[in-house]
């Protein structure tokens, strides 16, 4: 892939208050790219300065041809704007059928009756809404019309798909028909996608790459894996919802790895940062092993005594609850429930790899 759009030193101002500082961003080829953060993170003021919709205070973006906003002219502006098309979270639709709404765009561009009707068809048909082609689309339900929407945008073959929110006003099975319908059409087309969301349990099925916003700073980008298991910060790490957050700090170095006091309980972890310094280790759920016994914990290095507090089905997961002298969360199968006999009050050894666990700077005082 190649950098197909990029973002630097992107910063804009509403009065005094800055909602955007992007030092820099590049969208690749083909991907799509989740931005993700809490409202007002500054997550969709970039997307409309990205579409032209809005001027930035200062900064630069390069586009796919090689023009840059700074010095764009009136004829450059609509050129570029004819390669985009933006969905928004409301279905903006005009009081006309499914098939006139599609064909909208189309017939701003002045495209042959012919081939329009060719575009239109196929596009329904890519949907799977050919049947509400002749429907009145103030009568679709909330899915219907985003998949209405989402096919008016297609239907242009733009080289850039901007997405502010679009299933946050949808139920659930909605949400998740019309997140396959984004992924599948989006890829098929070869069409670049940036996608905006406060919620990012909903874009890890779909997303090439995840950019969280916060404070109107850009804070991390990467791949879906990389940022959820590597958070920059204790700020990403909240935000993604991390468990097993604690706060430590650096009592011994030893050639890329660390013994952190966390409360009293040392931990063994991958960590270059010199003793005294306070740190935030995360431990991913998934990553702590429970043994019933004193067995074999293999080549972990952190074995520690644990009471089971809690216990909480998950679907197919059991979330425990443990005390190890430091609060740990462990996620395991019903079936390992089952087989060790896990419930409140009973006593087992917890063990982590130095792997495992996850080690971040830390600006704050350490109790």
Same mark, same amino acid.
């Given at each position: 892939?190649?950098?197909?759009?990029?973002?630097?030193?992107?910063?804009?101002?509403?009065?005094?208050?800055?909602?955007?500082?992007?030092?820099?961003?590049?969208?690749?080829?083909?991907?799509?790219?989740?931005?993700?953060?809490?409202?007002?993170?500054?997550?969709?003021?970039?997307?409309?300065?990205?579409?032209?919709?809005?001027?930035?205070?200062?900064?630069?973006?390069?586009?796919?041809?090689?023009?840059?906003?700074?010095?764009?002219?009136?004829?450059?502006?609509?050129?570029?704007?004819?390669?985009?098309?933006?969905? %928004?979270?409301?279905?903006?639709? %005009?009081?006309?059928?499914?098939?006139?709404?599609?064909?909208?765009?189309?017939?701003?561009?002045?495209?042959? !009756?012919?081939?329009?009707?060719? @575009?239109?068809?196929?596009?329904?048909?890519?949907?799977?809404?050919?049947?509400?082609?002749? @429907?009145?689309?103030?009568?679709?339900?909330?899915?219907?019309?985003?998949?209405?929407?989402?096919?008016?945008?297609?239907?242009? @073959?733009?080289?850039?798909?901007?997405?502010?929110?679009?299933?946050?006003?949808?139920?659930?099975?909605?949400?998740?028909?019309?997140?396959?319908?984004?992924?599948?059409?989006?890829?098929?087309?070869?069409?670049?996608?940036?996608? $905006?969301?406060?919620?990012?349990?909903?874009?890890?099925?779909?997303?090439?790459?995840?950019?969280?916003?916060? =404070?109107? @700073?850009?804070?991390?980008?990467?791949?879906?894996?990389?940022?959820?298991? %590597?958070?920059?910060?204790?700020? /990403?790490?909240?935000?993604?919802?991390?468990?097993?957050?604690?706060?430590?700090?650096?009592?011994?170095?030893?050639?890329?790895?660390?013994?952190?006091?966390?409360?009293? $309980?040392?931990?063994? =972890?991958?960590?270059?940062?010199?003793?005294?310094?306070?740190?935030?280790?995360?431990?991913?759920?998934?990553?702590?092993?429970?043994? !019933?016994?004193?067995?074999?914990?293999? !080549?972990?290095?952190?074995?520690?005594?644990?009471?089971?507090?809690?216990?909480?089905?998950?679907?197919?997961?059991?979330?425990?609850?443990?005390?190890?002298?430091?609060?740990?969360?462990?996620?395991?199968?019903?079936?390992?429930?089952?087989?060790?006999?896990?419930?409140?009050?009973?006593?087992?050894?917890?063990?982590?790899?130095?792997?495992?666990?996850?080690?971040?700077?830390?600006?704050?005082? /350490?109790?």
């Amino acid at each position: 892939m190649t950098d197909f759009l990029s973002i630097a030193g992107l910063k804009h101002y509403y009065g005094d208050h800055k909602v955007l500082d992007v030092d820099g961003l590049e969208v690749e080829e083909g991907e799509i790219m989740a931005v993700v953060g809490p409202n007002g993170s500054g997550k969709s003021t970039m997307l409309r300065i990205v579409n032209l919709l809005e001027k930035p205070t200062e900064g630069e973006i390069t586009y796919w041809d090689g023009s840059r906003l700074s010095n764009l002219d009136r004829q450059g502006r609509r050129e570029l704007s004819l390669q985009m098309a933006m969905i %928004f979270q409301e279905a903006l639709l %005009f009081k006309r059928s499914v098939r006139a709404n599609i064909a909208y765009g189309l017939k701003l561009r002045n495209m042959e !009756s012919d081939t329009r009707e060719k @575009r239109v068809e196929d596009i329904l048909e890519k949907l799977d809404i050919s049947h509400l082609a002749d @429907r009145d689309a103030m009568t679709l339900s909330g899915g219907e019309a985003q998949k209405v929407t989402l096919g008016r945008a297609l239907v242009l @073959r733009p080289r850039l798909l901007l997405l502010d929110e679009p299933l946050a006003s949808l139920d659930v099975p909605a949400k998740k028909a019309l997140r396959e319908d984004i992924t599948r059409l989006v890829k098929d087309m070869g069409v670049t996608a940036i996608y $905006v969301s406060h919620d990012y349990h909903e874009v890890l099925e779909i997303a090439d790459s995840l950019a969280v916003f916060l =404070g109107g @700073r850009l804070q991390q980008v990467g791949s879906p894996g990389h940022v959820f298991g %590597f958070p920059v910060n204790e700020e /990403v790490a909240e935000f993604l919802g991390a468990e097993n957050l604690l706060e430590g700090e650096v009592v011994e170095c030893m050639e890329g790895t660390a013994r952190i006091s966390v409360r009293g $309980v040392l931990l063994e =972890g991958l960590c270059e940062l010199p003793p005294g310094s306070a740190v935030k280790v995360q431990i991913h759920p998934e990553e702590v092993l429970l043994l !019933s016994d004193a067995g074999d914990p293999g !080549s972990a290095r952190n074995r520690l005594k644990a009471r089971v507090v809690g216990v909480k089905a998950l679907g197919a997961l059991v979330k425990v609850m443990l005390d190890c002298g430091i609060p740990l969360t462990a996620y395991i199968t019903k079936a390992s429930q089952k087989e060790m006999g896990i419930e409140p009050g009973r006593e087992m050894t917890a063990v982590i790899k130095a792997t495992a666990i996850h080690v971040m700077p830390f600006v704050g005082r /350490v109790e």
